[in-house]
Structures are given as C-alpha cells and as structure tokens.
C-alpha cells in the first residue's frame, strides 16, 4: 500500500512539473488535472493507511516524539543558561570609574 502511494506521489510530482514547462495552456490544464487526480488516489490510499494504523501506536509515538523534542529544548536551554552565566564579563573598567 505504501509503495502505491509513493509510486502515484512520484507521478503526481512528475505531471506538475511537465505542467509547470509546458507551453499550450490546453496540454497545461490537462497535465494538471491529471496530477490533481493522482492527488485525489494519494489522498485516499493514505487514508486506507492510516485506517489500518493502531491509533494508540500512533499517539504513543506522537508523544514520545514531542517528549523527546521537549527534553532536548530544555537541555538546550539549560547549557545557554549555564554558558551564559559563566560567559558574562565584568563590566568594564571605564563604567566603575565615574565618580
């Protein structure tokens, strides 16, 4: 099923782009509603995919996706928070001398 679709989404690729360098608006039209065709096949084939998917799979890997990118962002944060802390120069002589 996958294949399928993968094959119809390389030939809907394939009609816009000969419809993106073709100079006769007729054969443009057509090449557009053929790609436009494949899209509606892509569309389905995907939802017959998805349908067969265990939605609890789905949601866990969601999750644990959004889990990861979470920890990540926050270990990020966490070195800036610490390289900015140690990065931060004294202020410079010319400012702590004015009086």
Not at 23 to 35: K, P
Not at 38 to 52: A, L, M
Not at 77 to 90: C, G, H, L, V, W
């Amino acid at each position: 099923m996958i294949q399928r679709c993968h094959k119809w989404r390389m030939k809907r690729k394939q009609y816009i782009d000969q419809a993106r360098q073709a100079t006769d608006e007729v054969e443009r039209e057509r090449l557009l509603q053929t790609a436009e065709h494949y899209g509606r096949i892509v569309n389905e084939e995907q939802s017959k995919i998805d349908s067969t998917r265990d939605p609890h799979d789905k949601n866990k890997k969601t999750v644990q996706a959004i889990e990861a990118q979470v920890a990540a962002a926050e270990s990020e944060n966490s070195e800036n928070t610490e390289n900015s802390e140690e990065e931060e120069p004294a202020l410079p002589m010319f400012l702590t001398n004015l009086n």
